[in-house]
């Protein structure tokens, strides 16, 4: 994930984000911390979302392997040459990742493993366990960029919102 960020910041490429559910909540939090680094950012659907282009990385979250509107989505960056890096729990399977120019693999449970196993409650439902990955996931990435990046925790904080 570091080097595909990195990637796009160096060739003067956006990074949009798309994800569904708290998948995409998860991404959210990741758009923003991006931006607090000093990065373009975007998430699809926002009104002042742009147009990607072969410069852009697009980063979207299919836990399962594959979502309908993650998939169109995934298809669209692809068909203007944009990079994609998926984020999953199904790196071999599911409909987005044969779309993906580089895959985040987190090795969780996700909704695709809820009925695997119906003789025992799981301590945590549905997609729980791979949605909590994400954001320890995205921290680090974060951290890390921002060594690559150079950005010291002053400049990070000083792109933080004043209107709370």
Known sequence: MVEEIAGAASRGGRIILHGVGREGLMLKALCMRLFHLGLSTHFVGDMTTPPITPSDLLIASAGPGGFSTVQAICNIARSVGSRVLLVTAQPESGSCVKLAS?????????????????????????GSVYEGAMFVLFEMVVFRLGELLGEPPEAVRSRHTNLE
């Open 102 to 126: 580089a895959i985040a693999y987190i090795p969780a449970r996700t909704m695709a493993d809820d009925d695997d196993d119906r003789s025992s409650r799981p301590l945590l439902p549905m």
